[in-house]
Every structure is written in C-alpha cells, then in structure tokens.
C-alpha cells in the first residue's frame, strides 16, 4: 500500500491550531533535534542555531507539535555541550543569545513549541564555580557547592567510596591542590569534567530556580531535565560494594540515582514553572528501575513527563511489548500522567539498526545486521508507538529511516566514552552523523563545510529530498501518519487501550473507531479483518471473507467505519 503525504498546515492554521489546544503535551509528538547535527548555517561543519531556524518550516510540515533541543549552552564540549560552563549563554559554535530568541519566535509563528535541555547534576569543570573552588583550596565555601573530600588511606591516595563513572573508571578525582600537593577528591558520575552539584547546598537550587525563570523569560515552552534521576545522593555517600555497577543500572535504586529527595527539587521547580502562561512543561530523562518508579517524577505537582526507557529498550517481540505497553499504561494512570513512548535518541543506536540484529544485544550496538529487515521494522515500530495513548518522542532523522553509521574510524569518534577504558560503549557518535537534506553536496544539504563526523556515501538516496513526494518513502510514512494522528482524537488521548484477540506474535488493538495491527513475526499472519485500512507501514491486501494477511514485520491502522 503506497503512502500520500499529508497537507502541510500553513503556518496562520498551525498558531490557531497551537492556541485552541490545551493540555497539548499529554499528546504531543515532540521532536529531538540535536543541533550539530542537525543543520550548519556558517559552513563550519557544525550544525547551529541559525540551522535549526532555517529548517523549522520542514518540521512543521512534519506534523510535530514541539522541538526539544540538546544543549547549546557555553561549554568547552567535554560531553557534546552537557557539561555546561554557562547555563545564560549560548556557545559560540552555535551561535549567540540573539539567534536563541529569532529560533523560539520563528517557532511560535509556525506553531512549534520549544523545549530545551536542563542540565542539573553536574557542570563543566569551567564553570565559574568549579574554577573558585580550585583556585581557593580546600575549605573554599564554593567546594560546598560539589561534592569534594578528602581521600581514604594514610595519604588520602585512595577515592572516598567506590562508585564509578558511568564513562567508565572511578567517579572521583583527585586535584591538585594550589600549593602544588595532592589534594581532595570531587565526585563526577560523568567524565571528569563533569563535576556534580551538592543539591544540599541551597545555592545550587537557588542558582537553578534563577536558569528557570531567565529561559521561561526568553519564551520557551519546557525543558528536558537531563539526569533527572541523580541530583541527591545518599546520605553520607556509602560504598555500594560492588564493581560492574553500571550492568545495575535500571535494575535497583543506587546510592547515587533515583533517591527520594530529588521530588522535593521538582515540586519547588513546578511552582516556578505554573506561574508562567501557556502550559509550559518538564520532561524527565530519568533512569529507573521500573515504571513505577518512573510515575513518582510525574505526580501532580512535580513534572508533567518522564522518558519510558524500559519502552525503548524492548525488543521487536509482540508479547514483550504488550507487556511493557500495560505496565506504563497501568503506571501513569494513578498519578494522571500521560505515557510517553520513544524508539531513539542520541545516546542510543538507531532503531532501524537495533531491529535489524539479533535480538539480546541492548540498546549500543555496533553492528549493521540486515538493513532491509532493520527498516521494515523500524516502520512498522513507529505506527504501532504514534498509536499508543500519550505523548511520543521522534529524534531528528528516524523519519528518514536513518540507521546508525557503525563503520566509522577510530580517529574521527568524539563520544568521551570511547576514549576511558570501561564503561559505556562509547559508540554514541554513529547516532549523531548528520542527518542529508539533499541528494548532492559535500554534506548532502547540512551545510557548506563538510560534516564534523562523516556522512556514508549512500546518505543522499535517504536524505529529505530524495523521500518528498517518493510514494512508500519513510519520510512520506512519517507525514501521512502524524496527519493522521492530528485529524482523529482517539489517537494520543486517553491512558487505556481495548486488546482484541490476535493470532501470535501479532498485536491487535482498539481506540474508539480506531484499530491498530502490528505483527512482530518475519512471516506473514492471517488475521481477522478489523476493519478499513488508513495506513500501512507496508504492501498490505485489502481483505476478503473476512480475513485479512498481514506481511511480516508491518503494522497497519484501521478503521472500523466505511
């Protein structure tokens, strides 16, 4: 069944159809847009501001709602800009506080939201309070502000517990003190130029609630709070015990995430947040290790989202997902959250690769597997999540098809994770190539001046001019299934779904007049005919006797009008 995009609302009929909505994220098709990646205006080979601004007519006519953008804050890119120097300013590289403010009014006229990234737990080893801290030495009243101390052993040469960096290697290090002499240690969970706030300390969260409102100010819609999880730390900073510890992460509560005493931070923050007008929100990147845990961030008066993590990580098996489907569901119900639903972002490989491997493998891997078998599914994984109840993240380029780019050199990789001996992956760099735009050009339409990580030589056949108007592309998919999202209320809305009886490995349900197939399997499925096809992420038969097949791997919507 070949695709027709959608009409793209005209920018008067998007602002009008922006007002009229309220409780607009608990529905939302949110866009991640990570911004040197994603368009370079100067040629630098670094996407910017400016590139973001250029292309915001793309993604309204996309069909999303708003545009969550990764950092751009001052920062000397330790961590591609989440180790943030200055939370008041943009980095040169992208531009300057003036292109900030000329992207979220273009955005409002086109009736995009803006959410930005929050970055709490820790800060970049260059901001102007680390920098005291150093320069004044041990018993500096900005020390207070992180969390330094002395070490263990007879010399303070061993780390004050044994936690270690989710970059691999231990999270403390150790300074150098004025004097020239071997110091304290400070605590970074991150990579050593991240060193962790002391959320103790009130002015961090006075610092923090001033980042707020002086953002809110310039006019953006919400903001994504990057380790939402992490602010608090346990008291007294016990060891856990153990080594391997990030093969615990999501499976239990650790001394250092997911304490309690972080949804006193949030319910102070959401104060600030409703006294502002037009519904501005928090998202939570919060690593949990359940979905119930995960409702805590989003209860009435704390944030309104939470990233469902355990969704992304599920394999392409229709028992699995079912399950992981009524949990979130049966979770966010109690505290009146939407559920959120999402398949990529920067931190993890591409979908349309993960789906194209052996199941097992997580949610880093370095291997292409089969690309046609990745894409079918990946397709087919993106109907079935936009026909969930809730909101539903996209990263910039899954509407492409975009797999992620697992051959690049060794040299060319900026992930710091690749470059400390344990830890994550440090494969992050093959989700982060910018995305083409164009068949031609020396980056495929991202700019003048090259990319800053390379492009594959077949981007251009994947790129947004080669989809457009091509029948069946994944960019035209991508159109006609967030038109149809918008044009029927049943989708997105509501916090249940109706399962109808299915052959196995098929997931079948319905919303109202809607009805939603997905078969999982890699073989084709008779199923019952539920109904009139809207849209299929494949060649699908119309049905006949009451029966309909269902190819491998495709998931197609329905409707049981005439």
Known sequence: MSQQPSAAPTPTSAVATVAKRRDWWRDAVIYQVYP????????????????????LPYLRDL??????????YASPQADAGYDVADYRAVDPMFGNLLDADALIRDARELGLRIIVDLVPNHSSDQHEWFKRALREGPGSSLRDRYHFMPGKGA??????????????????????????????????????????????HPAVGDEFRSVLRFWLDMGVDGFRIDVAHGLVKAAGLPDLGAHDQLKLLGNDVMP????????????QWRLILDEYSGERIFVAEAWTPTVERTANYVRPDELHQAFNFQYLATEWDAEELREVIDRTLEAMRPVGAPATWV???HDVTRHATRFANPPGLGTQIRTAGDREVGLRRARAATLLMLALPGSAYVY???????????DL?????????????????????????????????????????GSWLPQPSGWGELSVEAQTGAPGSTLELYRTALGIRRARPELGAGDSVEWLKAPAGVLAFRRGEFVCVANTTGEAVTTPAYGRVLLASGEVNETTDGEAKLPADTTVWLTTTT
Do not use: K
């Open 36 to 55: 040197r990646s994603f368009a370079d205006s100067n040629g630098d080979g670094m996407g910017d501001l400016e590139g973001v601004r250029s292309r």
């Open 63 to 72: 069909g999303v709602d708003a545009v969550w953008l990764s950092p751009f």
């Open 155 to 200: 010399d303070g040469e061993l780390p004050p517990n044994d936690w270690e960096s989710i970059f691999g290697g231990p999270a403390w290090t150790r300074v150098t003190e004025p004097d020239g002499n071997p110091g304290e240690w400070y605590l970074h969970l991150f990579a050593p130029e991240q060193p962790d706030f002391n959320w103790e």
């Open 256 to 267: 250092f995430f997911d304490q309690d005493g972080v949804h006193e931070i949030y319910r």
């Open 343 to 345: 398949l990529s972002n």
């Open 396 to 406: 910039q380029g899954e509407e492409l098809g975009l797999p992620d780019v697992v």
């Open 409 to 449: 050199p060794d040299e060319v990789r900026q992930d710091p994770a690749y470059f400390r001996g344990a830890g994550q992956d440090g494969f992050r760099d093959g989700c982060r190539v910018p995305i083409p735009w164009t068949r031609e050009g020396s980056s495929y339409g991202f700019g003048e001046g």
